[in-house]
């Protein structure tokens, strides 16, 4: 997968994540959070499954990459969520 997939990759993922825990972060933040996730749902993802190659030719199109960048992206959001929670 090429540098700019990737970074789209990312972008939209974090783009579910946001939408998905219902979290409202700003468009800079939301792409930041998104390419960091999808990089660590790829690292977690070769560790669990090795036979497959999220960063590969068709990484972009395969689900199983779109599925990592996704958890990655709301794992890196969870966690932001739990440091910079907001108090009353």
């Not at 998905?20 to 560790?47: E, P």
């Amino acid at each position: 997968m090429g540098f700019f997939s990737f970074i789209i990759l990312g972008i939209i993922a974090g783009v579910i994540a946001k939408l998905i825990l219902r979290k409202k972060v700003g468009w800079f933040l939301t792409i930041v959070i998104g390419v960091i996730g999808a990089n660590l749902g790829g690292w977690i993802a070769s560790l669990i499954l090795p036979g497959v190659d999220i960063y590969g030719a068709n990484g972009f199109w395969a689900w199983q990459s779109w599925v990592a960048a996704i958890v990655g992206a709301l794992i890196v959001l969870f966690v932001f969520g739990l440091i910079f929670r907001r108090r009353k």
